[in-house]
C-alpha cells in the first residue's frame, strides 16, 4: 500500500476510509475511519526492505497487489474510481525502478462496469499483467451478469485475474476467535469459484486466467459435495451452466498457501502441479512467510517444485522467464 493515504473522507465528504498514522519509524496504523484496523511495517510500502526480506528465502520476484480493505468498492463509482487510480499509479511508481524484482496487479473500481473496463484498459497501459479483485462486490456474487463485461474484456486484453476473499459473510455473527479470517475467508473464495462455474463464465471465457488465493479456499476440499450437489439437484445448481464442477479443476489457477503438507499433496492432485502458483500472503502472519520452506521439505517431484516456484505463476500471468533474467 501507499506510505501516504489521502484524507479521501475529508475530500469526499463521506466514509471510514483507510488512511495511516505513521506512529514510529518504520510503523503506522492503519485507520478505518476512526477505528484501528491494523498495524503494520514499513515492508508495506517500502520496495527495498521487500526485496531484502524476500531474498532470504532466495526469491527474486514479487506479485504485488492492493491490500483488500483499500478496494473501497462501497464507495460512489467515481470516487471508486479515483481511489483505484490513486492506488495503481502508487504500485507503477513504486516497481518501475525494480522490473527484474516486480509485478504489479491493478486494483478496478468493480461498482461500475464502465469504469472498470476503463481502468483495466489503463492497468494495461501501466505494464501490469493482470489485476486483483474481491470474492464478491458489495456482497452481490462474481456470477451477476454486470460483472461479465469486465471478465470479458480482461480476457481480450489477456489481463489475468486475481481473487481474494474480503468483506467475509457472516462477519457481524462470529468476529469472536478471528473466525473471520480462519473460516470466512475460505468460505468466500470457494462462493467466488462456484459462482463463476455455476454462472458459466469459465465456459465463455475459456481464456480467461485466474487465480484464487489461499488454494482455492474450501473449493477444492468440499468439490466432492459441491459435484454431489450439482448431480442430486440440478434445478437449483445447473440453472446456468449444465457442465459438471469438478470438469474446472485444473482450468483455473490457486497458490500453494495451505500450511499443511498433506492438503497441499491433495490440491496438487486435483488441480495438477501446473496449476499451484507459490504464494505468501506476505507480510502479514496468516501467510506463508517463510517463502516456500515447507514445499522444499515436502519431497515432491522436480518438476512440481519448479511449477509452483515459478511456470505456473509465470503461465497464469502470460510471461516468459526470460524477462526477469
Not at 471510514?16 to 485507520?31: K, T
Not at 481480450?156 to 473460516?183: E, I, S, T
Not at 465456459?203 to 448431480?231: D, Q
Request: with cysteine; proline share 6%; net charge negative.
Amino acid at each position: 500500500m501507499p506510505r501516504e493515504m489521502p484524507d479521501f473522507a475529508r475530500k469526499f465528504g463521506y466514509g471510514d476510509f483507510i488512511m495511516l498514522d505513521h506512529v514510529a519509524p518504520g510503523e503506522a496504523n492503519m485507520m478505518q475511519g476512526k477505528r484501528f484496523f491494523r498495524k503494520i511495517k514499513e515492508n508495506c510500502w517500502n520496495p527495498e526492505i521487500r526485496i531484502s526480506e524476500y531474498e532470504e528465502f532466495n526469491t527474486q520476484v514479487q506479485v504485488v497487489c492492493t491490500i483488500p480493505v483499500l478496494f473501497s468498492y462501497w464507495a460512489r463509482p467515481k470516487d471508486g474510481a479515483e481511489v483505484a487510480r490513486f492506488l495503481n499509479d502508487d504500485i507503477a511508481e513504486s516497481i518501475a525502478p525494480y522490473k527484474k524484482n516486480y509485478l504489479g496487479l491493478g486494483t478496478l473500481p468493480m461498482q461500475d462496469t464502465d469504469l472498470s473496463i476503463k481502468e483495466l484498459e489503463r492497468c494495461k497501459e501501466l505494464g501490469f499483467p493482470g489485476v486483483q479483485i474481491g470474492s464478491n462486490i458489495n456482497d452481490k456474487n462474481l456470477s451477476e451478469p454486470e460483472f461479465y463485461p469486465i471478465f470479458e474484456a480482461c480476457q481480450d486484453l489477456g489481463m489475468a485475474v486475481f481473487v481474494h476473499p474480503w468483506n467475509m459473510m457472516g462477519m457481524d455473527q462470529m468476529r469472536k476467535y478471528w473466525l473471520p479470517w480462519l473460516v470466512g475467508m475460505p468460505a468466500e473464495t470457494s462462493r467466488a469459484i462456484t459462482s463463476m462455474i455455476f454462472a458459466g463464465i469459465f465456459e465463455k471465457l475459456p481464456e480467461l486466467r485466474v487465480c484464487f488465493a489461499h488454494a482455492g479456499g474450501s473449493f477444492i476440499p468440499t468439490i466432492g459435495r459441491i459435484e454431489h450437489g450439482f448431480n442430486c439437484r440440478p434445478d437449483l445448481v445447473a440453472i446456468d451452466n449444465d457442465v459438471n464442477p469438478k470438469e474446472y479443476l485444473g482450468k483455473f489457477w490457486v497458490d500453494c498457501i495451505t500450511h499443511d503438507a498433506d492438503t497441499l499433496e491433495f490440491i496438487l492432485k486435483k488441480m495438477g502441479s501446473n496449476r499451484v502458483c507459490l504464494g505468501s500472503d506476505y507480510p502479514f502472519p496468516l501467510g506463508d512467510l517463510e517463502i516456500g520452506k515447507f514445499i522444499e521439505e515436502m519431497n515432491l517431484p522436480q518438476q512440481s517444485v519448479e511449477d509452483i516456484f515459478c511456470n505456473s505463476s509465470l503461465e497464469w500471468l502470460g510471461l516468459d522467464a526470460n524477462e526477469f533474467v
